[in-house]
């Protein structure tokens, strides 16, 4: 197939909704070990390590005992490696954990579509924006603060061994499948903001795409603008699902890029906008490519050096389990 027919919005929307399909499928399966976990089956079902994946607190801490002791953390590990794989991510191609993995960055994108359908899209000053950029840095650095500079390495150990840590992905299970009230009313209360502010959860909130921003920031790939071919027609700034100004950059350098390459597609000039990694002209579709490749080289990686599954039996599971769950 040639660029013509598989542009960057095709190419980033089927990678999104087999992501977002096999999150569905982990779920189904997670959902399947806490239901024997918790004796409501015989069935025996292992828990898919890909869920660990939404444990980033969890892996946070894991990163610091690694990086200070050369421990791996066994009862999560793969929470681990993909912790370390969508860092290493950010850090060659951008936020492309954010602009083609993270299904509520795939949901988010879809109200906003709906938004712009409805004509509900606002454009945000720009002195706005900034100020509501600040919150997701403040809890991010809130994270950092108790879990990096206050925690020592022993009580790091001392939680991760913890029951309520080997059951940390079944708490997380519950409590989708039973939100509070309040939570639903902070999930509509985003949904609707959402209509209105492109993908406001993704920009002012989420602390791990603060994260990864920050790394991206370090990246050697990015959107490229040649200025002496630009019309200035806005086309790339109205797409950006982080609204970023692509139009008034030379390169876009912006902590906010997902790499999604959306501004390429729409452009009318050919080759005003480029994706270049080391300054040098590559196909759009590297970045969501070569993140790909980087999340399954760890994958491999951890499946070859047993940094993978967790070492915890399914008896020691289910009793933490019984424990947590059935009092």
């Known amino acids: ?7 960057p919005h095709i190419l980033r929307r089927v990678i999104q909704c ?5 999150c569905l499928f982990i779920g189904y399966r997670l959902f399947q070990h806490f239901i024997w976990a918790t004796g409501q089956s015989s069935v025996f079902v292992s828990k898919p390590p890909s869920v660990e994946a939404f444990l980033p607190i969890s892996a946070l801490m894991a990163a610091k005992q690694f990086i200070l002791t050369k421990k791996w953390d066994m009862v999560h590990p793969a929470g681990l490696t993909l912790f370390f794989a969508f860092i290493w991510m950010a850090l060659l ?10 299904p509520v960055g795939f949901i988010s994108n879809l109200i906003e579509q709906l938004g712009r ?15 509501l950029s600040v919150p997701k840095y403040l809890i991010l ?6 879990i990096v500079f206050n925690m020592s390495t022993r009580q790091i150990s001392s939680f991760l061994t913890l029951p309520y840590n080997y059951v940390a992905d079944s708490k997380m299970l519950t409590f989708f499948l039973a939100p509070s009230g309040t939570t639903l009313i902070v999930i509509a209360i985003l949904a609707v903001l959402s209509l209105f502010i492109r993908n406001f959860w993704c920009r002012f909130l989420c602390p791990y795409g603060a994260l990864l921003g920050l790394c991206s920031t370090f990246s050697p790939t990015a959107i490229t603008r040649d200025t002496g071919s630009c019309i200035s027609c806005g086309k790339c700034r109205k797409i950006c699902p ?11 350098h912006s902590p906010e890029c997902v790499g999604c390459a959306e501004c390429v597609g729409v452009c009318p000039v050919n080759d005003c906008l480029t994706v270049r990694t080391f300054n040098k002209k590559v196909p759009f579709a590297t970045i969501a490519i070569g993140g790909i490749c980087v999340l399954l080289a760890f994958y491999g990686i951890a499946i070859a050096t047993g940094h993978w599954y967790s070492n915890a039996t399914p008896e020691l599971i289910r009793k933490f389990h019984m424990l947590i769950f059935n009092k």
């Open 1 to 7: 197939m040639s660029q013509k027919i598989v542009t």
């Open 141 to 146: 650095s809130g994270f950092v603060y108790f």
């Open 93 to 102: 191609f951008r936020k492309s954990f954010c602009g083609y993995i993270c």
């Open 242 to 252: 982080s609204a970023i100004h692509v139009d008034k950059r030379k390169t876009v």
């Open 117 to 131: 359908k409805l004509r509900l899209q606002k454009e945000l000053p720009a002195r706005v924006e900034r100020a």
């Open 18 to 22: 087999l992501f977002l399909l096999f």
